[in-house]
């Protein structure tokens, strides 16, 4: 029995091992750590969107990355709530599609800058446009990021480095410098978007694990520090989402029919990221199987971990 119940758990890791969430992946806290962290984290349900009479008074989001994928999924959710919303990525034409589709749904407003957000200038433009023009701000989601099924060892160091920047330093750099406005606005919400990847080392996508692990570590701290300031912090953490079509294949490939199981749409991740985010939960995992599996990453050796993720990653 004890090594059947070995072989499951590797089983579980194994059916993870590629899970994907760069643009990026519930309902309840997946180990006990957790359950303190939500019994200390600010509940926020009551006071989700308020009545107002003007769209230009409604309170707004501001999505780095939401023009697309996991971003654009949130930036959805948020709208059928009635936030006015600012989207942030790199192309105008995405950015523009993104707008015109969300105003004419929802009746919100939209704004949208163009900006790399890999560049250290970019937070510091965004907090200035925003104070500039009052913005009311009560949530800043970090969706954008960087990754792939190959990193460090097959790609290049301006690559590599690009990926450390997305991925960690723009999030850090926009929760810093529009904290003034999310503490102004307070209660407020930060939605940052780590990946399943975040709970253990896969050696074949050595430094996007690092990154997200980054993440999910940021934000379980800076939880603690903003909640005298009224201000919930929330990681989400998705598997597999079909954001693209070598994403699908990937997925059918090295996780099989368990993965495909596995899978969620970025409309379903997005609303169930908001949902859970407006609700002050901290660690978010879109499905039970993705939780499930969370679990056994957390529960095994890492050294166990890391061997099975290497000789999963070796396949071809």
Request: with cysteine; charged share 20%; glycine share 6%.
């Amino acid at each position: 029995m004890k090594k059947l119940s070995i072989l499951v758990a590797v089983l579980l890791c194994l059916l993870n091992a590629f899970s994907q969430s760069p643009a990026f992946e519930n309902d309840v806290p997946v180990d006990a750590a957790m359950n303190v962290s939500d019994r200390l984290s600010i509940d926020l349900t009551a006071v989700d969107t308020p009545v107002l009479t003007s769209r230009n008074a409604m309170p707004y989001a501001l999505v780095a990355g939401g023009s697309k994928g996991i971003g654009y999924g949130i930036a959805e959710a948020l709208a059928k709530r009635k936030y006015n919303l600012i989207l942030i990525a790199r192309h105008p034409d995405s950015l523009l599609a993104a707008k015109n589709k969300l105003e004419a749904e929802y009746h919100v407003n939209v704004e949208t800058l163009a900006k790399d957000l890999s560049l250290e200038t970019s937070a510091g433009e965004i907090a200035k446009w925003c104070v500039e023009k009052d913005i009311p701000l009560k949530m800043l989601c970090n969706v954008a990021g960087y990754g792939g099924a190959m990193d460090y060892l097959s790609l290049p160091l301006d690559s590599l480095r690009y990926m450390v920047r997305l991925n960690v330093e723009s999030c850090m750099s926009l929760c810093l410098t529009l904290l003034p406005l999310l503490e102004k606005n307070a209660p407020s919400y930060i939605l940052n978007v780590a990946s399943m990847a975040a709970f253990a080392p896969i050696p074949v996508k050595n430094l996007y694990s690092a990154t997200k692990s980054a993440i999910l570590f940021f934000s379980y701290s800076l939880s603690y520090q903003l909640a005298q300031k009224k201000i919930s912090v929330s990681c989400l953490n998705p598997g597999p989402v079909f954001t693209k079509p070598e994403i699908i294949k990937d997925t059918k490939e090295k996780m099989g029919w368990f993965g495909m199981q596995m899978a969620i749409s970025p409309k379903k991740v997005g609303e169930i990221a908001v949902r859970r985010t407006l609700k002050g939960r901290l660690v978010i995992v879109p499905g039970a199987l993705a939780k499930i599996t969370s679990i056994v990453l957390r529960a095994l050796p890492r050294r166990l971990v890391v061997a099975v993720y290497d000789k999963v990653g070796r396949k071809k």
